[in-house]
Nanobody, 123 residues
Framework: QVQLVESGGGLVQAGDSVRLSCAAS????????MGWFRQAPGKEHKFVAV????????YYTDSVKGRFTISRDNAKNTVYLQMNSLKPEDTAVYYC????????????????WGQGTQVTVSS
């Protein structure tokens, strides 16, 4: 069992940076690949980024490549999403999630989800 709690969201202006954190409970955190998803109002969860259990591999959706960076600290049971050069279209609730499927991009592959944190980017 893994419990996830996101933090770090808020209201920012276009071009600003925000770092999201996802704190995990449970001793098995390091066994899971960790992903970030986002959900805009009225839309489904969309994949943003994923990092392997060791932190050695990452994968991003095209729209955030070069702007967002996913990282993790297994000693702190925490995964991060550094978001730079934010755009209004990045506005969404951001969720972290845990999966045993390597570098999964589908929400269906994830076993555990956090409650989400709102990021709003004004133009």
């Amino acid at each position: 069992q893994v419990q996830l709690v996101e933090s770090g969201g808020g209201l920012v202006q276009a071009g600003d940076s925000v770092r999201l954190s996802c704190a995990a409970s449970g001793r098995t955190f390091s066994r899971y690949d960790m992903g970030w998803f986002r959900q805009a109002p009225g839309k489904e969860h969309k994949f943003v980024a994923v990092i392997s259990w060791s932190g050695s591999s990452t994968y991003y959706t095209d729209s955030v490549k070069g702007r967002f960076t996913i990282s993790r600290d297994n000693a702190k049971n925490t995964v991060y999403l550094q978001m730079n050069s934010l755009k209004p279209e990045d506005t969404a609730v951001y969720y972290c999630a845990a999966t045993r499927v390597g570098l999964a991009t589908s929400p269906a592959a994830y076993d555990y989800w956090g409650q989400g944190t709102q990021v709003t980017v004004s133009s």
